[in-house]
T-cell receptor, first 116, second 111 residues
Framework: GAVVSQHPSWVICKSGTSVKIECRSL??????MFWYRQFPKQSLMLMAT?????????EQGVEKDKFLINHASLTLSTLTVTSAHPEDSSFYIC????????????FGPGTRLLVL | QKEVEQDPGPLSVPEGAIVSLNCTYS??????FMWYRQYSRKGPELLMY????GNKEDGRFTAQVDKSSKYISLFIRDSQPSDSATYLC???????????FGGGTRVLVKP
């Protein structure tokens, strides 16, 4: 199956700093990528849909100025958590849609963020 | 009421048994159905992908979709301890790419 990578796999930062998370599709071109957040023992919560070359579409309740998403190429999308606070600590997962695979989405391994 | 309902479990079975998982949904526009497996602290891994109604088999996994009943199932034969994970159903319509997930079922396969 298609492979999606994320970097870093985990990050610890101080409150008030910004953190950038990268999501890459390694063996296919992804016109659409998605960013999710997951709290312990809960399902995935979609934060935003990212289309290459255009602005991301954010889900209701997600602050677009706090969670900056850039999808500059067909294989890379980035999520920047700006001025992070302890409540932003979570597991962030990206997924990418493989156009050759219909509506299938492939997920990255996730990034664990801890804000102190 | 959630758009996709999934029993959270945990579902505990002995090694070698058949694991039976299911989801019900309310949106008749859903046409694409997926099952993902997620280990703790890992990203979801795609197991099965089905378009519209019918059955699909891949190794020990069988996915079934009954659109008339708005009900999908995943069966895991000859279950192994390594199958212990959370299983998520997901679906979307042809018109959009956004997936709607069930809450996940935690499965424990005991040796």
């Amino acid at each position: 199956g298609a492979v999606v990578s994320q970097h870093p796999s985990w990050v610890i930062c101080k409150s008030g700093t910004s953190v950038k998370i990268e999501c890459r599709s390694l063996d296919f071109q992804a016109t659409t990528m998605f960013w999710y957040r997951q709290f312990p023992k809960q399902s995935l919560m979609l934060m935003a849909t990212s289309n290459e070359g255009s602005k991301a579409t954010y889900e209701q309740g997600v602050e677009k100025d706090k969670f900056l998403i850039n999808h500059a190429s067909l294989t890379l999308s980035t999520l920047t958590v700006t001025s992070a606070h302890p409540e932003d600590s979570s597991f962030y997962i990206c997924s990418a849609r493989d156009p050759a695979g219909g509506e299938t989405q492939y997920f990255g391994p996730g990034t664990r963020l801890l804000v102190l | 009421q959630k758009e996709v309902e999934q029993d959270p479990g945990p579902l505990s079975v002995p090694e070698g048994a058949i694991v039976s998982l299911n989801c019900t949904y309310s949106n008749s526009a859903f046409q694409y159905f997926m099952w993902y497996r997620q280990y703790s602290r890992k990203g979801p891994e795609l197991l099965m992908y089905t378009y519209s109604s019918g059955n699909k088999e891949d190794g020990r996994f069988t996915a079934q979709v009954d659109k008339s009943s708005k009900y999908i199932s995943l069966f895991i034969r000859d279950s192994q301890p390594s199958d212990s994970a959370t299983y998520l159903c997901a679906m979307n319509s042809a018109a959009g790419n956004k997936l709607t997930f069930g809450g996940g079922t935690r499965v424990l396969v005991k040796p």
